[in-house]
């Protein structure tokens, strides 16, 4: 089972970036996928978790309105589309799987880290 994340990099403040996660190894039916982060100095935290189906999202309250999740099935790939980035929301961001509908606090599979920085 592989999680493989991209799309990270330096942005300014109040600009977008897209971060994408390939899914292999395994049939990906009824797992949810979806994402954490962990700035420096700070445990991980919760971002955003979407359902296989699409019908279950939530997302973190710090970025509510300016994240959106999304995935094609097809694909095996999870997307975060982030815009009005914030300085604080510079950190690692962790693709993430679990059988289910939602992400729990420790989710099963684990992608490796895609580093994002937003510059004030």
């Known amino acids: 089972v592989q999680l493989q994340a991209s799309g990270g990099g330096l942005v300014q403040a109040g600009g977008s970036l897209r971060l994408s996660c390939v899914a292999s190894g395994r049939t990906w039916y009824n797992v949810a996928m979806g994402w954490f982060r962990q700035a420096p100095g700070k445990e991980r935290e919760f971002v955003a978790t979407m359902s296989w189906s699409g019908a279950t999202t939530d997302y973190a309250d710090s970025v509510k309105g300016r994240f959106t999740i999304s995935r094609d099935n097809a694909e095996n790939t999870v997307y975060l589309q982030m815009n009005s980035l914030k300085p604080e929301d510079t950190a690692i961001y962790y693709c993430?799987?679990?059988?289910?509908?939602?992400?729990?606090?420790?989710?099963?599979?684990w992608g490796q880290g895609t580093q994002v920085t937003v510059s004030s």
């Open positions: 993430a799987a679990e059988p289910g509908v939602r992400l729990g606090t420790a989710p099963t599979y």
